[in-house]
């Protein structure tokens, strides 16, 4: 069972970026599908972007396309978040799937389709 670390939340105000980074503890994301997903309180956690585990696909929430970046190397998945809105307040988590396939459609924009979680970071968006 693999063991999700994320890091990188923090304070940013409307229009700037911050980066965040999702680790395994003690092993490597080697063979896993990543997602990015965010939560409010009371409401649903929804799917912000995934990466394929060879790195070569990707999918992103509408809202987030042309903004938001999703980007792996042998250890870490980074979501590089630019231009950030102050709906964007949430708490984000990185999710893993061991799976070779990847899905182009919202297959893995989906919690359900992540059997691995972090604890989340919170990342507030304000002025």
């Known amino acids: 069972q693999v063991q999700l670390v994320e890091s990188g939340g923090g304070l940013a105000q409307p229009g700037e970026s911050l980066r965040l980074s999702c680790e395994a503890s003690g092993s490597t994301l080697d063979g896993y599908v990543v997602g990015w997903f965010r939560q409010v309180p009371g409401k649903e956690r929804e799917g912000v972007a995934s990466?394929?585990?060879?790195?070569?696909g990707t999918k992103y929430e509408y809202s987030v396309e042309g903004r938001f970046t999703i980007s792996r190397d042998k250890n870490s998945v980074y979501l590089q978040m630019d231009s950030l809105q102050s709906n964007e307040t949430a708490v984000y988590y990185c999710?893993?799937?061991?799976?070779?396939?990847?899905?182009?459609?919202?297959?893995?924009?989906?919690?359900?389709?992540?059997?691995?979680w972090g604890q989340g970071t919170q990342v507030t968006v304000s002025s």
């Open positions: 990466i394929s585990a060879d790195g070569g």
């Open positions: 999710a893993a799937d061991l799976s070779e396939y990847w899905y182009a459609d919202y297959w893995y924009l989906r919690p359900t389709s992540f059997p691995y």
